[in-house]
Structures are given as structure tokens and as C-alpha cells.
């Protein structure tokens, strides 16, 4: 017989079950996550997070999160670069999986949300599941990348990016960090060179809490950001050689000072932001600078720096960075310098799936939460999948001006539980749709 | 019976004898200690040295001078914090001897005049005399001092300055450089921890030759610098604390990057120069300057720096300092960064004995060498020294703008014999001198 009638029921399946995460088994459970690399900011003294990727902290952190996943009822595989996938079963079980989460590698100074949040928080959803004895119809998957800062090995959304193909494996398994140490060698000390292959096969869908990492929400008191992309990005390592001289006796017409043109292009990244000819959105920071030989008393000859420059649309992104690159040159005749540069990365921008952000708003409406569109100032893994499956992203907003990469970063468990609960909406509903 | 008759020969005893030096084995001397520590500069592809103190090259080039000096027929003592002595016995082996030296130690991109000359200078001299088989009044000292740049334990001047009493042994022992070696074990590893009390006997006078690290010589076509002291030094050490931050979603209003406080910093230092107002003579350097963590997408919270002025007058240098640390105080304001500086270095300016710079003028005109007065931009033992007993230094003129803590250092074997010839004048004329 077949059925006619009204359309299928747009409230997500999550919400018209009544299912409501379990707020205070989340906080405590990015409690306990947090409180693996933990340390104490000598500037501020707050207790802060730093689990660089495959260190130490990394691979006990990784064990911590792969027990809580098996604790959950979860099958876990991992991959040849370290990137883990905790399989919860389906009704029909050979449909294509739901995926969330993120990754739990952090910056030398973090705080306890960036990732962690996306990754326990498809956890929770997974354990709110279970309590209600809920089986959907696709699997789902809760996944955590490798390396998604790009802090230790330099090349962000690493694991991410070798499962979708962007990056190939014997390249990331090249990558080494400051002191020389390899990935692949790193990954195997702590015992996470999985045995899996890396190609990840195309998911149903990709949806990944994280927090906004930025100011737009709290200010705009929004409960939930649905987020229509990530912005485009651009990062430049420069290398400025000069003339190394004694201090003491040259006079300034006779140097050639790598590092006064370093902060001569620190400077011009700020000016270029309130020009405004880029809108208010472009973002310049310069992250490294490091001054060789490096004594107080020798006019250096050699400054390494590095330059990220974000913008969410990659045309204005493009006319920035040409604008740089004439700056560079300029600064460099002008200060008699050196001054190459590599494009040690580039993203154009990236639009999500605008099925899932309808997800998100329903999602959002039905559970009276304010909700906001949103670009991402940050790469996330989300992106790298967005190429391989629809995709999108629930920002939950942050105190402090959104403050991140930074103990002070902090969501409420309210702020926390919300995002967590549209994303439970969100999976729920992508895994009863229909097809293969 | 008693002498009447003209007052004694102006004259320096050494060109009132005909000596003159080898100019050739000089350069030889020269290029030999030169091989040591030797290194290819990355940027320039030209040799240069780095004898780093206490380093195994610095080992092996002071076990290089001290067999020279043995070839020479010298006594050799090392004291407790490594300087070393070469003693040349007097006519009057009681009297009080003449002094002269420098030092061997390097900063890690160096040149091989910077020091060497003086020792080597001092070493041609004895080796002369003996050719000549002239022995001296007084007995002579050929020096070389412990970590004269500071370039790897932080202190400049260390060995002399211990040697005359300004810093306590126990002190100087306890220093550490970067990787948290310590001074004393640094000088046993490699051989030189010596038994000879550090206490310096106050010499009867000390003469140092050294390139002037500087392009006024050259600049004006003068063979030889009669330098009349040693300009007032001052260094801070930067410590600027802000709060690290998303590089890609922080906008740039609420940031508070202590990067950017540096590259104002750095900037306001050659304003300040370039104001003019304290004369064309000051010199202001940034040496070091490090980013923490140093993360291409993350605002520093951290950056470390130094600050090196100089003078050749201390009230003018005091003034300039006070205008400096108001400038720390308003940048780190307008930037919301903590500013902290720590003055890690400060010397008065220097006057060098009147004598020493009558006898370097008189040599150079009995030899046909054009001379100038000149201040010294650049701290030398002979500062040290000056506080025991009658002091000067004869300065050699430099090739490329006198350039120098780089590996285009380079004297020509006529600028250095110059010098040499005139340090032999000045050394054989005070050796002869009456008195205790």
C-alpha cells in the first residue's frame, strides 16, 4: 500500500523523541580529558591544556578517549596515521555511516574545549543514544584526526586531510617537528600507528560541534552558530636575511636589519587590517618570529617569521596577500634586506552543506535556542570532509571574547550542552534518512 | 755623576731601535687561529669562526695560542676562570710589567680579527723582540681574557672582569648559558680551569690593539685609531607578556599581542636615533627577539627581547634610557601588554690614560701613519683593565664599512701590521719606563 499524505515530519527524529544530552556527564567528562597535559600559564596562572600531537600527553589522552569510546559500546579502528573511528551499529548496517567529531590534539597553550568538545560531544550523544535505547538507522561513527593544530608538525588538519586524500601518506609521514622527530616514528611511540588504511570511504554525512573560537556569538548573546563555512587562509613562512654587525659601533645607515623589517611587516598586517579595504573581516597575525644569531649585542643577520592571513571570501583573501607580497618588497629594498616567501599553506573558502545547516536551525528553533549563521575563522576537519560527504558545523559561543588556543578559553556546561543537544538532533535525524 | 742635558728621548724605544714586525707571519698567526672554529655562513657562503667560550673550539684555539706562546719562549699560567697569562721575563724581573692582549673567544658568526688581533698582535710583538734579541725593562704579559663578547653566558668582558676584581668568582662560576651549562663546568670539560689565583697583581700599564668594529677609520683613510675610551653601554632584557589568541578569529581590537609591542619597540629604537637628539653617536639595537609559542595561527602571549644603547657620553646615554623605558611604558599601554624590562647590562663610559694615547700618537708619526682620536663603540677588556692600572688600545681600521661580528670582518695584512708596529712602540716604550 502506498502511503500519501503530508511530507515526512521536518523536526529533527532526536527532538520529537524527547532525548536531552546529559549536561553534567559531559562537563565532567571534558574535566577528565582536560585534566590529561594539563598545565599552569606562568603569566596568568590558570591551569591550561598542552597535548601537542602524538606527544606524550597526546597518546595518553588518545587511550583515555578509545577506553571511553569501548566503555560506550563503540568498535574502534584506527587508521595508518593515528586517526581514530569508534563505530556505533545501525539498523541497516551496511548503509553509509553518520560521522562527528574532531580531534583532541591541542596548541602549546589551550584550553579544554577546541576539539575536545566536537569528539566527547558526539560521545555523549552516542551514550544519550544508549541510555534511551535508541538504534538509528546508519551507523554512526565518532571520530578524532590527527594533528589537527599543525602545532607540532606544521601542516594543519593533517589527519583529516590524509583520510579524505588531500595530503598523501608517505608525505605526512615525512613531516618532522622542531627537534627533528618524524610522524610516522612519533605515531608508533606512542601506539597509535594503526593498521586500517587511511582512505576514508564517503560517509552519509559529517557534522562536528566546536566552539566558535572567536567573539560573534557571546556578543550577539546567541545560543548556537550555524555555520556556513570556513574561511579562506593563507599562511606565508618568511625568511629575511641582512648583514650581521656589531652593535656597538655601525651606525643605522649602514645596517641591513632583518629584524627591523620583520617588524616593519608585523606592523603593516595591522594596518592592512584597518584599512578597511578588506573589509572588518581580514585577520593578520604574526605567530613566529625568531631573530639569529640572536644576541643582545650583534645586529642579527637572519629572521625567521611566519604571516596567517584569513578572510572569508578568497577573492578579498587573494587581493590581500598580493598586497603583502608587494609590501615584502618594498620593506626589503627599503631596509637593503632579503625577504623570501614560502606559502606554507593555502585554503580557498568553504561552503557546508546547506542541508545540514537547515539541520542546525531547525534543530535550534525547535529546542527555543537562538541561533546565528556564521563563517569559521579556523580550519577545521570539518572541511577536509566536507569534500568527500555533506557536511557542516554547530559553533557553541565562548566567554571571554571567545578566547581560544589560550587557558583562559571557557563555554558554560549550558553553552556546552546546547550545541551538544542540536548535534544530537542533527545526527539523528541524517541517520534515519533513507537510501544507501 | 749626574746627567744634564735634553729630557729623554720622546721617541718610542721600539722605533728608536728599528724594530719592525712580520707583517707576514703576523697574517699567517692570524689565519691559522682562524681555521679553528671555522664554519661556512649560510646566507654570504663566506668562512667565518665560531669560537663560542668554553666550547670545544674554544679549547682547542686556546690550546693552539698557549703552544704558540710556549714557541715563543713565554711562562704560561691559567687562572681560575681561564685567562691566561704568557710571561716574558724583564731586564728588572721585579718591576712591574707591561700588559697586553685581548681575547680568542667568538660569537657565533664572527670573523677572525675580533680579539685575535690583540693577542696574536701582542704574541708578534714578543716574537719580534726576541729576533731582535731585546729584552725589555719590565717583563711582559701577553693576556688573553675568558668570554669577552658574552656571547654564550651573557656577560661580556667575564674573565677580565673577574680578573680585576668587579665580579665575584662564584659568581662568574655559576653563570649558565642557553642549555643550562654552567660556567665552571664548561671551563673543566674543556681543560682550562686553572689553578693561579683570579686576582690580577695591578700590571705597570696594558695596551690592547684591536679592529675598531666600526667604519669611521676607513671612512676617513686613517691608518691607526688612538682611542681615547670606551662609550657607555646599557642593555635591557624584554620580557612582554599578552594573552595568546586565535590567529584566525580574534579580531585584531581585542587582541593583545606582545609582538606587536616588540616591533613598535624595535621601530622606536631607530626613531630615537634618528631624532637626532642625542647626536648622530647614539646606537640602538635589538639583538634578540623570540615569539612564544611561536605558532604560525596563534597570537604570541609571550616575547622575549633585548635592547642594546650606546654612547660615548653616560649623561646623554642615561637621557636616552629614560626616553626608552617611557616609550616601553606607553607602547605597552596602547598595545594592553605587560612590559617588564631588566637592565642586564650598564658601563659608564670609559676614559682611557692620556699617557698610553700620547705614546700610540707619537708612534704613529714616527712611523709615517696617519691617526685620529676615536671613542670605542664596542666594550673591550681594556676597559677592565683600566681600573688597575694606566690603559689604552690602538684601533685598526676594518674593510666594508669596518664590518664585524660577521664573517666579511676583514683588516688587510698592512692595517694589522700597522696597528702591531705601533703596539710595539707603545709596549717596548712603558716597559722601559722607570719605577717599581
Same mark, same amino acid.
Given at each position: ?59 595518553? =589522552?588518545?587511550?583515555?578517549? /578509545? ?11 584506527? &587508521? %595508518?596515521? +593515528? *586517526? #581514530? ?73 593533517? =589527519?583529516?586531510?590524509?583520510? /579524505? ?11 618532522? &617537528? %622542531?627537534? +627533528? *622527530? #618524524? ?254
Amino acid at each position: 500500500m502506498k502511503m500519501t499524505g503530508p511530507l515526512p515530519d521536518p523536526l529533527p527524529r532526536g527532538e520529537r523523541e524527547g532525548l536531552v544530552i546529559d549536561s553534567a556527564r559531559l562537563s565532567a567528562s571534558l574535566e577528565a580529558l582536560g585534566r590529561i597535559g594539563a598545565y599552569t600559564d606562568e603569566s596568568s596562572g590558570l591551569v591550561g591544556v598542552r597535548r601537542l600531537a602524538f606527544s606524550k600527553e597526546d597518546g595518553e =589522552g588518545r587511550t583515555h578517549v /578509545v577506553n571511553e569510546m569501548r566503555a560506550a559500546g563503540l568498535e574502534v579502528t584506527i &587508521d %595508518r596515521i +593515528g *586517526n #581514530v573511528y569508534g563505530r556505533r551499529r545501525g539498523r541497516d548496517d551496511r548503509a553509509k555511516p553518520v560521522m562527528s567529531g574532531s580531534h583532541i590534539d591541542s596548541v602549546a597553550t589551550a584550553g579544554r574545549f577546541d576539539g575536545c568538545l566536537g569528539v566527547l560531544g558526539a560521545l555523549e550523544v552516542v551514550k544519550t543514544l544508549n541510555a534511551a535505547k535508541v538504534t538509528t538507522r546508519r551507523p554512526l561513527i565518532v571520530a578524532f584526526f590527527s594533528e589537527e593544530e599543525g602545532a607540532r608538525f606544521g601542516t594543519d588538519m593533517l =589527519g583529516s586531510a590524509v583520510a /579524505v586524500g588531500r595530503i598523501p601518506l608517505e608525505r605526512a609521514y615525512g613531516l618532522t &617537528d %622542531r627537534d +627533528g *622527530n #618524524v610522524v610516522r616514528t612519533e605515531l608508533e611511540r606512542i601506539g597509535f600507528l594503526g593498521t586500517a588504511p587511511v582512505e576514508l570511504a564517503a560517509p552519509h554525512a559529517y557534522v562536528e560541534c566546536h566552539i566558535e573560537q572567536g567573539p560573534m556569538l557571546r556578543a550577539a548573546n546567541v545560543d548556537v552558530g550555524i555555520v556556513t563555512g570556513v574561511q579562506a587562509i593563507c599562511w606565508h613562512e618568511l625568511v629575511i636575511t641582512g648583514r650581521s654587525a656589531h652593535a656597538g659601533t655601525t651606525p643605522m645607515s649602514l645596517r641591513a636589519d632583518p629584524g627591523m623589517a620583520a617588524s616593519r611587516v608585523q606592523l603593516a598586517l595591522r594596518d592592512l587590517v584597518r584599512s578597511g579595504r578588506f573589509t572588518d573581516q581580514l585577520r593578520a597575525t604574526m605567530g613566529v618570529t625568531q631573530f639569529h644569531p640572536g644576541l643582545v649585542n650583534v645586529v642579527p643577520n637572519r629572521v625567521v617569521a611566519s604571516v596567517d592571513i584569513r578572510h572569508p571570501d578568497d577573492a578579498v583573501l587573494r587581493r590581500a596577500e598580493a598586497e603583502l607580497v608587494e609590501l615584502y618588497a618594498r620593506i626589503a629594498a627599503e631596509e637593503k634586506v632579503t625577504l623570501v616567501h614560502r606559502q606554507s599553506a593555502r585554503t580557498p573558502d568553504i561552503a557546508f552543506s546547506p542541508k545540514v545547516q537547515d539541520l542546525v536551525a531547525k534543530s535550534a528553533a525547535a529546542r527555543g535556542l537562538s541561533a546565528q549563521r556564521i563563517v569559521s575563522g579556523a580550519g577545521h576537519d570539518c572541511q577536509e570532509l566536507a569534500t568527500r560527504c555533506p557536511a557542516g558545523m554547530v559553533f557553541v559561543p565562548g566567554e571571554y571574547d571567545g578566547i581560544s588556543h589560550n587557558p583562559r578559553e571557557f563555554s558554560t556546561p549550558k553553552q556546552c550542552a546546547d550545541g551538544v543537544n542540536v548535534l544530537l538532533d542533527v545526527l539523528t535525524a541524517l541517520a534515519e534518512e533513507e537510501g544507501p
